[in-house]
């Protein structure tokens, strides 16, 4: 059964940083692209980054810089690491996983697999 689980969310000041983590079950023996998505009231869902099998990254524009990407291959575990938080990173953060061919992450493909969110709430 797959199952995505995002923790490490919560409060903090602008320039203070947070550690995402999404405990990941997928099926076994197939490569995905993973990923980290977010979405604020009144805002559509963006694209935070995203990380193929072969460890390609890429980042949305606006958190070029301050977030870093990171996987276990071993378990398919996620990690957000993000610096320099501004009031615009609030939003509810989401991580997400789908098959990859040849292990890339295409700029179209679409996330099957989605956890259920983790609150993330920058604030002076």
């Known amino acids: 059964q797959v199952q995505l689980v995002e923790s490490g969310g919560g409060s903090v000041q602008p320039g203070g940083s947070l550690r995402l983590s999404c405990a990941a079950s997928?099926?076994?023996?197939?490569?995905?692209?993973m990923g980290w998505f977010r979405q604020a009231p009144g805002r559509e869902r963006e694209g935070v980054a995203v990380?193929?099998?072969?460890?390609?990254?890429r980042y949305g524009d606006s958190v070029k810089g301050r977030f870093i990407i990171s996987r276990d291959y071993g378990n398919n575990n996620l990690w957000l690491k993000m610096n320099s938080l501004k009031p615009e990173d609030t939003a509810m953060y989401y991580c997400?996983?789908?098959?990859?061919?040849?292990?890339?992450?295409?700029?179209?493909?679409?996330?099957?697999?989605w956890g259920l969110g983790t609150q993330v709430t920058v604030s002076s």
């Open positions: 997400a996983a789908e098959h990859s061919g040849g292990g890339y992450c295409n700029s179209l493909l679409d996330f099957g697999f």
């Open positions: 997928l099926y076994a023996y197939s490569d995905y692209c």
């Open positions: 990380i193929d099998s072969h460890g390609i990254t």
